[in-house]
């Protein structure tokens, strides 16, 4: 396959994952179970948390150790970064949590459905860098990867998307949305990551020098979103069980990807 079409499908696969997931107010009649909610949560948080440590951690620590610095010095501070970038735009955007009865961030009167696409919004700006530094990285030869490990991690984050996509659409119906106005909503909240990884991209000359920093940094922000909502998004209430489970199982499959197909 050339590589121009696997670069182009490695971006595009996590919004097409959002807008998998967001299809499911067509197929389901009605609201998506408590329980079912905490296992997507829950499998999103373990995918999530698998692609930080396989596809971004690890390959900061090896390119360091390939250059001959600090080994653990660029992991440590991109990855501290990344959780202060999060925590700042958690702190300055205007955004409600899945099941929260108040927003978070300044007061500025939106309505709630704009505030659940703020959120979502919110953490998909790291996955996006995550895809498009991955393609940077393998792009300019810095990074020792396959075109195959990139596509790994894109499918990982598409694969968690669904689920995303789903638990944002889904709770639309019950405050009056259409259907198809439910799932537009749920696709919009995607956009921002095929924008982030392609934007990435085109800094490649920028990104290249701090890789191992912008990996850290990526791998940060996508823990911070783990640890901040999917998580106790997931245990919430009875049977938090349930989403302990899905956390293994996506964790469980992210890392097999990562290992046997990156």
Request: glycine share 12%; with cysteine; hydrophobic share 55%.
């Amino acid at each position: 396959m050339d590589e121009t079409v696997i670069v182009i499908l490695g971006i595009l696969l996590p919004l097409v994952g959002t807008c998998l997931g967001a299809s499911m107010v067509f197929l389901l009649k009605k609201g998506m179970r408590p329980g079912l909610q905490k296992l997507l949560l829950g499998f999103a948080a373990g995918v999530m948390t698998a692609a930080s440590v396989w596809s971004l951690l690890i390959p900061a620590i090896d390119m360091t150790a390939e250059k001959g610095g600090v080994v653990w010095l660029p992991a440590l501070v991109g990855f501290l970064l990344g959780i202060g970038f999060l925590l700042v735009l958690d702190m300055l955007i205007p955004h409600l949590h899945l099941n929260a009865a108040e927003p978070e961030g300044p007061n500025v009167g939106y309505s709630k459905s704009t505030m659940l696409i703020l959120a979502v919004t919110l953490h998909n700006i790291p996955e996006g860098m995550a895809v498009g530094v991955v393609f940077a990285g393998i792009l300019s030869g810095t990074m020792d990867f396959h075109m195959s490990a990139a596509l790994v991690l894109a499918l990982g984050i598409a694969i968690q998307n669904m689920p995303e996509g789903a638990v944002i659409s889904m709770p639309l119906l019950g405050q009056g949305y259409s259907r198809r106005k439910a799932f537009g909503v749920g696709a919009l909240s995607g956009v921002v990551e095929p924008l982030g990884a392609l934007v990435t991209i085109l800094l490649t000359s920028l990104v290249v020098p701090a890789l191992p920093y912008i990996l850290a940094f990526a791998a940060g922000a996508m823990i911070y979103v783990v640890v901040e909502e999917l998580i106790p998004e997931s245990q919430e209430g009875k049977h938090s069980n349930i989403g302990t489970i899905g956390m293994a199982l996506g964790f469980a499959l992210m890392m097999v990807l990562d290992v046997a197909l990156g």
